[in-house]
């Protein structure tokens, strides 16, 4: 498995931008598919983002798609969510996954998890 810490998220207003990156350590995180997904209390975790181990490949939520942007830089072990056009409903914990295999957009096919980071979204 491969371990991973999120940062970046904090408070922004409706209409600002935020860049998410997930720092992994571990085994080789280049042979690794990544992801995002968000959560909010009381709803189930939500697919955002993912990008293939080459980065050639991405693939995103219909709620975000044209504001948001998954990249990576594998000699840098991270990957990135940079996100344009908030609105107060993006507001949740956004977190980090890996899967050394294909790429998904389903959470319960990642099997390395990061401890999530809040982003908020006012009005």
């Known amino acids: 498995q491969v371990q991973l810490v999120e940062s970046g998220g904090g408070l922004v207003q409706a209409g600002g931008s935020l860049r998410l990156s997930c720092a992994a350590a571990g085994r080789t995180f280049s042979s690794y598919a990544m992801g995002w997904f968000r959560q909010v209390p009381g709803k189930e975790r939500e697919f955002v983002a993912a990008?293939?181990?080459?980065?050639?490949?991405?693939y995103y939520g219909d709620s975000v798609k044209g504001r948001f942007t998954i990249s990576r830089v594998n000699a840098r072990n991270t990957v990135y969510l940079e996100m344009n056009s908030l609105k107060p409903e993006d507001t949740a914990v956004y977190y980090c996954a890996a899967r050394p295999t294909a790429v998904s957009t389903i959470a319960n096919q990642f099997g390395s998890w990061g401890q999530g980071t809040q982003v908020t979204v006012s009005s």
């Open positions: 990008i293939d181990w080459s980065g050639g490949n991405t």
